[in-house]
C-alpha cells in the first residue's frame, strides 16, 4: 500500500527542506512548482494554449513563456491571471496524476505531494491520505523570505495574505512539523522519526 501524503506550509516555512529530507529517507516527491514552471519553459506544454490565448507576443524567441510581458497583461486585466492559471492547472494536475501513478506501479511506499496550495484547492484533499504541514511563526517566515529572495517586506506579507492562514492550514493537518527555533539538524532529525509513520 503507497501512502499518498500531502505536503504543505506558508511561505518560507520550510516546506522545500522538508520535501528534501523526505527524499533522502526515500520517498518520492511531486514538486508541484517545478511541474509548473515547467509548463511555461521552453518547449512547455502550456505554450501553444497560452500563444492561442493571449497572442503570439508572450512567448520569447526562444520559445518560453515572456515573464515580464505576461506580468504586466495580468497587473491591467485581472482576468488574465485566471485565464492563464485555467490553461496551466489542469495541466500540472494532469502530470501530478501521472507521476503518482507512475511512482505507485513502481512500489513506491510514500508519495509526497509538495503543493503550496495544497489546503487552499480542495481539490487534492480528497485524493490524499495524510497532510503534512510546516509550521512556523509569521515572523519567521517573513525574515526566512527576507533573506533568502528579493522580495520586499510588503511583498512578502501580501503573498502571505494571499496564502491559507496557520489556523486553517493547521486545522487540515494530520502531522504538524514546527520548524521553528531549531536547526537544520533538528528539523532532519524530527522528520526521520516522524518517516517511521510513514513507512520510510
Ligand atoms: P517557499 O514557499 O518560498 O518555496 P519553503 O517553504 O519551501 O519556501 P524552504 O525553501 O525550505 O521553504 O526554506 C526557506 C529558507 O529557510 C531556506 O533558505 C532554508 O534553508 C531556510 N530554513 C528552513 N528551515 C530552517 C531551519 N530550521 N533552520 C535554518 N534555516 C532554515
Known amino acids: 500500500m503507497t501512502l499518498h501524503l500531502g ?37 512547455g506544454a502550456a505554450l501553444p494554449a ?25 497587473f491591467s486585466d485581472p482576468a488574465a491571471k485566471q485565464q492563464l492559471e485555467a490553461i496551466i492547472h489542469p495541466l500540472v494536475g494532469h502530470q501530478i496524476q501521472q507521476a503518482a501513478l507512475n511512482a505507485e506501479q513502481s512500489g513506491a511506499i510514500c508519495i509526497v505531494y509538495d503543493i503550496p496550495l495544497l489546503v487552499e484547492s480542495g481539490h487534492w484533499r480528497s485524493k490524499l491520505d495524510k497532510i503534512l504541514v510546516v509550521d512556523c511563526s509569521e515572523a519567521t517566515q517573513k525574515s526566512r523570505v527576507l533573506l533568502r529572495s528579493g522580495l ?27 520548524n521553528d527555533g531549531i536547526s537544520l539538524d533538528e528539523l532532519a532529525a524530527q522528520i526521520q522519526q516522524m518517516g517511521a509513520q510513514f513507512g520510510l
Open 152 to 178: 520586499t517586506l510588503e511583498q512578502i506579507e501580501k503573498i502571505m495574505a494571499s496564502q491559507a492562514s496557520r489556523t486553517e492550514r493547521l486545522q487540515a493537518a494530520d502531522y504538524v512539523i514546527y
Open 50 to 74: 497560452i500563444a492561442a490565448t493571449f497572442g503570439e507576443d508572450m512567448i520569447t524567441s526562444q520559445g518560453a513563456l515572456n515573464r515580464d510581458r505576461m506580468r504586466e497583461r495580468i
Open 7 to 43: 505536503l504543505t506550509g506558508g511561505i518560507g516555512s520550510g516546506k522545500s527542506t522538508v520535501a528534501e529530507v523526505l527524499t533522502r529517507l526515500g520517498a518520492f516527491v511531486i514538486d508541484a512548482d517545478a511541474l509548473s514552471r515547467a509548463t511555461t519553459a521552453i518547449g
